[in-house]
């Protein structure tokens, strides 16, 4: 062999050597490790299945916000982390499996599995299980998935379900336990409680599984992938719909999901713009009646309703939590603070595949965006008329004032953006509020989107003498973000006194 052949022959050693090392290095980055939940023991059971998972699931996103979900039960009662976190730290184990089902896996059988995480502090649970049938033909609802012109006038009660005998079940290990419910009301009142829910729709479907034998557990259809149960009340509006979000989050990273489980809407509501985000944080959605026949599900979690998360929670009842850094809450814990609602909106923000690092949240170069979050007319849902209810008399008259005040304004570039969010895709809603300096709006639905606000976003919050609710307040100070409110005493907001607090807000920003 010549020099030359023998400096080729190396070349081409070191490039393979080196392509082999920058595969390890990406895949590293871009697979979410296995969970770090030693509560998601049950998930890992899809061994035969990880691969076929891996190619349908979305990887969990990098969020500079996370910090770890793992079980503690040392979380203390009503403490930031016990609202916020994974204060589900009492473990009910309603229904185990056979006790070889770890090793060969239950395509042949084993038994169906059962459990719950109870929160003192929010009074709630978070369930899961496996071997779970779903019959849609006994759920009372109406189809859902809808265009909404063709379900004009449908009434609300028709797209809550119902749960008939036999809505649910699961296959027994034990055939001495068959035909019977898999809990009893004592449970549901210590586990799924009521509370000033007067239809708990996760309670009802819970007391709707019975115990079948494995003969009875038959099945047109298997999803083996994890799937998120959800039921959503008032689906068209932002601010219970981002409860709806944040609770379907919280249960998939409290029962250690790997990836980024399916969705399953347990409700027959018609299709709405909000749906873009879920299918954007999630793997896939289906609604419950779409599917035609028995469907079995490998792993199932019941998301809890958005009434019972803290974000709900905390207009009723002090939460007295403020927003922190993840890297201040490592380097000093502290109960009273939380970064939670931060790592929230850095997911919403991923989902839709914004940069979400340290390094990409300065606020753009070519000036300060002021985005005033507008009310405008549209058709919410089936019983709703199209008429938005003002909350700002004079909105157009301060918008067109504030717009005349940045024309002429020198001292520094100021962009003005009209969110007309009613109109625009749910993603170019987060764009907009990620980009903004200043977020500016009447109290309205459309500013729960400050949980996606990068951490230096000021709040201006104009509020009438009739709508003074602490929403946005509260949000913000769990976001740790700079708020202010202007309050009028009727709907009608002086634009030169919006102008001057604006101009007040700019200057503290260096502008």
Same mark, same amino acid.
């Given at each position: 062999?010549?020099?030359?052949?023998?400096?080729? &022959?190396?070349?081409?050693?070191?490039?393979?050597?080196? #392509?082999?090392?920058?595969?390890?290095?990406?895949?590293?980055?871009?697979?979410?490790?296995?969970?770090? /939940?030693?509560?998601?023991?049950?998930?890992?059971?899809?061994?035969?299945?990880?691969?076929h998972h891996r190619l349908l699931a979305k990887p969990w996103p990098i969020l500079p916000s996370y910090l770890s979900w793992s079980l503690n039960p040392k979380v203390p009662f009503r403490s930031?982390?016990?609202?916020?976190?994974?204060?589900?730290?009492?473990?009910?184990? =309603?229904?185990?499996? #056979?006790?070889?089902? /770890?090793?060969?896996?239950?395509?042949?059988? +084993?038994?169906?599995?059962?459990?719950?995480?109870?929160?003192?502090?929010?009074?709630?649970?978070?369930?899961?299980?496996?071997?779970?049938?779903?019959?849609?033909?006994?759920?009372? $609802?109406?189809?859902?998935?809808?265009?909404?012109?063709?379900?004009?006038?449908?009434?609300?009660?028709?797209?809550?379900?119902?749960?008939?005998?036999?809505?649910?079940?699961?296959?027994? =290990?034990? &055939? #001495?336990?068959?035909?019977?419910?898999?809990?009893?009301?004592?449970?549901?009142?210590?586990?799924?409680?009521?509370?000033?829910?007067?239809?708990?729709?996760?309670?009802?479907?819970?007391?709707?599984?019975?115990?079948?034998?494995?003969?009875?557990?038959?099945?047109?259809?298997?999803?083996?992938?994890?799937?998120?149960?959800?039921?959503?009340?008032?689906?068209?509006?932002?601010?219970?719909?981002?409860?709806?979000? !944040?609770?379907?989050?919280?249960?998939?990273?409290?029962?250690?999901?790997?990836?980024?489980?399916?969705?399953?809407?347990?409700?027959?509501?018609?299709?709405?713009?909000?749906?873009?985000?879920?299918?954007?944080?999630?793997?896939?959605?289906?609604?419950? &009646?779409?599917?035609?026949?028995?469907?079995?599900?490998?792993?199932?979690?019941?998301?809890?309703?958005? !009434?019972?998360?803290?974000?709900?929670?905390?207009?009723?009842? %002090?939460? /007295?939590?403020? +927003?922190?850094?993840?890297? %201040?809450? $490592?380097?000093?814990?502290?109960?009273? &603070?939380?970064?939670?609602?931060?790592?929230?909106?850095? @997911?919403?923000?991923?989902?839709?595949?914004f940069p979400v690092h340290r390094q990409h949240t300065s606020k753009p170069a070519n000036g300060h965006n002021i985005l005033f979050v507008r009310r405008e007319d549209y058709l919410a849902h089936?019983?709703?008329?199209?008429?938005?209810?003002?909350?700002?008399?004079?909105?157009?008259?301060?918008?067109?004032?504030?717009?005349?005040?940045?024309?002429?304004?020198?001292?520094?570039?100021?962009?003005?953006? /009209?969110?007309?969010?009613?109109? @625009?895709? $749910?993603?170019?809603?987060?764009?907009?509020?990620? %980009?903004?300096?200043?977020?500016? +709006?009447?109290?309205?639905?459309?500013?729960?989107?400050? =949980?996606?606000?990068?951490?230096?976003?000021?709040?201006?919050?104009?509020?009438? #003498?009739?709508?003074?609710?602490?929403?946005?307040?509260?949000?913000?100070?769990?976001?740790?973000?700079?708020?202010?409110?202007?309050?009028?005493?009727?709907?009608?907001?002086?634009?030169?006194?919006?102008?001057?607090?604006?101009?007040?807000?700019?200057?503290?920003?260096?502008?």
């Amino acid at each position: 062999m010549n020099m030359n052949e023998r400096r080729l &022959k190396i070349f081409l050693s070191l490039f393979v050597l080196s #392509s082999i090392s920058l595969s390890l290095y990406f895949s590293h980055f871009h697979h979410t490790p296995p969970s770090e /939940n030693h509560q998601s023991s049950i998930g890992n059971r899809h061994g035969l299945t990880e691969n076929h998972h891996r190619l349908l699931a979305k990887p969990w996103p990098i969020l500079p916000s996370y910090l770890s979900w793992s079980l503690n039960p040392k979380v203390p009662f009503r403490s930031c982390e016990g609202y916020f976190g994974n204060g589900f730290t009492r473990r009910i184990d =309603v229904l185990k499996s #056979s006790p070889d089902d /770890n090793q060969k896996f239950d395509l042949a059988g +084993g038994g169906g599995w059962f459990r719950c995480f109870y929160s003192e502090t929010l009074r709630s649970s978070i369930c899961e299980g496996g071997r779970i049938r779903m019959n849609p033909e006994r759920i009372r $609802m109406s189809i859902g998935g809808e265009k909404l012109e063709a379900v004009i006038g449908r009434g609300e009660d028709e797209e809550l379900p119902v749960f008939d005998s036999g809505a649910f079940d699961m296959e027994a =290990v034990d &055939k #001495s336990s068959t035909d019977r419910k898999l809990v009893d009301s004592e449970f549901l009142n210590q586990y799924l409680q009521n509370g000033a829910i007067s239809k708990h729709t996760m309670r009802d479907l819970v007391d709707s599984i019975r115990l079948v034998s494995a003969r009875e557990f038959q099945c047109s259809e298997w999803i083996e992938e994890p799937t998120l149960l959800v039921t959503r009340f008032e689906y068209a509006n932002l601010f219970h719909t981002v409860t709806d979000w !944040y609770s379907a989050y919280v249960a998939s990273r409290v029962t250690g999901l790997p990836y980024r489980p399916n969705l399953v809407f347990i409700d027959g509501h018609c299709v709405a713009p909000l749906e873009e985000t879920w299918r954007a944080m999630f793997s896939s959605l289906r609604y419950a &009646k779409n599917f035609s026949g028995s469907v079995c599900f490998r792993h199932a979690i019941l998301s809890p309703l958005g !009434y019972e998360t803290a974000l709900f929670k905390g207009l009723t009842e %002090d939460v /007295n939590c403020h +927003g922190a850094s993840a890297h %201040d809450l $490592m380097q000093n814990p502290d109960e009273k &603070k939380t970064a939670r609602l931060s790592e929230f909106g850095e @997911m919403i923000r991923a989902a839709f595949g914004f940069p979400v690092h340290r390094q990409h949240t300065s606020k753009p170069a070519n000036g300060h965006n002021i985005l005033f979050v507008r009310r405008e007319d549209y058709l919410a849902h089936p019983r709703h008329g199209g008429k938005v209810e003002s909350r700002l008399t004079n909105e157009q008259q301060v918008f067109d004032a504030i717009k005349n005040w940045v024309s002429n304004h020198l001292e520094c570039k100021i962009n003005l953006v /009209n969110g007309l969010f009613a109109h @625009m895709p $749910m993603k170019e809603q987060v764009r907009a509020i990620q %980009d903004a300096s200043v977020i500016i +709006g009447a109290h309205g639905a459309g500013l729960t989107h400050i =949980v996606s606000a990068t951490p230096k976003t000021v709040i201006l919050e104009v509020i009438s #003498s009739e709508y003074r609710r602490p929403h946005f307040a509260l949000i913000a100070q769990w976001k740790g973000l700079e708020y202010h409110a202007m309050h009028l005493s009727g709907s009608y907001a002086n634009p030169q006194d919006v102008i001057d607090k604006l101009s007040s807000i700019l200057r503290s920003l260096g502008c």
